[in-house]
């Protein structure tokens, strides 16, 4: 139980997938201008890395020892394709659910986060469960980290900023000193 | 008479990629990459190339079925393309430059996902010619390839004090550690985007002296 732990606590904090492996990050950058819209992608991002850790975890157990070289296109091919049933399965179950979610869950499935977290899990070895809070942990992180810029972001609307750092110069330097406040974190794990 | 038009053409869908729309510091496509393995000059200059080679032979494929591929499906058929193209990459590498491979990780693999490749296929190569998609697949990544460069080499002077493994300076240089850490990824293209919206900008203010 420790183990898994401290698993999703590495990959929410410690090895944040935007902060530190810079996965997902044309989102971080493109979508992070409000926080609702923000909150929601977090949450569709999680949704989505969790179909992921179970589909990679039975391709990579039971079809990849057959042929390793499909790791890629079955890794890609799989996510999409799932993505796309349970999109259509939650439209007609919950349309709620989708009216949250929506247009994110087919942005999403090509986002580097997810092919990502497919790659590290599958690297590292994770088992399914181990796997489920890995994705877990790695989607609460982007989250996260979304969910500060979104706020920061806000903010900086209300200031008054010289035109020429105004942009994506502005959200890269905001991003980077997220980043160094995020490497405190790694003082985590001696701390044990 | 057509001839020396679709040269022309043709070199001018090669030079925009070099710098007017230059994929990382116009477009801002592909950041993932960008950021995550330029800490090295070395390591960006493997990455440039290795998504020259998806891009280029990516874009010849595409562009050479373009007739053939199902509009519906042709995002699919796309990152099948890509896919196969990086799975080669990923070999090679791994097959000739094992110490590279090893510091480069996943993100060899996931040249996949980068944005800029499927973004070229869709936007150019799959409406045009080979010989124009082939300009175009190469401006592009030359752009790529020389903007990771940059950001390598700023990153491995100011972080390790060296380029390509060569020290520069003497040893009273305090290294910036920072640099080659995350952070200084974000940094870097921060102020690289800031120092290129600065020239615009005064540029745009001559044009309008003058005006």
Not at chain 1, 151 to 177: F, H, Q, S, W, Y
Request: hydrophobic fraction near 55%; proline fraction near 4%; charged fraction near 10%.
């Amino acid at each position: 139980m420790d183990e898994l732990i401290w698993i999703f606590i590495s990959a929410l904090l410690i090895n944040n997938f935007t902060l530190t492996y810079f996965l997902g990050i044309c989102p971080f950058l493109g979508v992070s201008g409000r926080l609702d819209t923000a909150l929601r992608l977090g949450l569709a991002n999680i949704f989505v890395m969790l179909i992921t850790a179970v589909c990679s975890w039975a391709l990579n157990a039971y079809i990849l020892p057959y042929a390793p070289y499909l790791r890629l296109i079955s890794f890609i091919i799989v996510i999409a394709s799932t993505v796309q049933l349970v999109e259509m399965a939650i439209k007609k179950l919950s349309p709620e659910l989708f009216r949250a979610l929506g247009i994110f869950l087919p942005l999403i499935t090509t986002n580097c986060a997810i092919l990502g977290l497919a790659l590290f899990a599958t690297n590292k070895g994770y088992g399914l469960v181990e796997g489920l809070f890995y994705a877990l942990g790695a989607g609460g992180g982007v989250t996260l980290a979304l969910v500060l810029m979104a706020g920061i972001r806000e903010e900086t609307r209300l200031l008054d900023i010289p035109k020429v750092v105004e942009g994506t110069a502005l959200n890269l330097i905001i991003a980077g000193i997220l980043s160094m406040a995020f490497m405190g974190f790694a003082g985590l794990f001696s701390a044990s | 008479m057509n001839q020396p038009q679709t040269i022309n053409q043709s070199a001018e869908e090669f030079l925009k990629g070099l710098w007017k729309e230059n994929p990382v510091f116009v477009a801002v496509l592909g950041m993932c990459p960008t950021l995550a393995v330029t800490n090295t000059a070395i390591n960006s200059l493997a990455m440039g190339l290795a998504t020259t080679f998806v891009l280029v032979f990516s874009s010849l494929l595409v562009s050479s079925f373009r007739k053939l591929i199902p509009k519906q499906v042709r995002i699919t058929a796309f990152i099948i393309i890509i896919a196969t193209f990086v799975t080669v990459v990923d070999f090679v590498l791994a097959a000739t430059v094992p110490q590279i491979h090893k510091e480069l990780g996943a993100f060899i693999a996931l040249i996949v996902v980068n944005c800029l490749i499927l973004g070229r296929q869709e936007a150019f190569s799959s409406k045009h010619p080979v010989g124009l998609a082939l300009a175009d697949a190469l401006g592009m990544s030359i752009g790529f390839t020389f903007a990771l460069l940059c950001i390598g080499s700023i990153r491995e002077i100011l972080g390790s004090g060296a380029l390509f493994n060569i020290p520069l300076f003497g040893d009273g240089f305090e290294p910036w550690v920072i640099m080659i850490l995350p952070p200084g990824g974000f940094f870097t293209l921060g102020f690289l985007l800031l120092f290129f919206n600065w020239l615009q900008q005064r540029r745009a203010k001559g044009v309008g002296h003058r005006a």
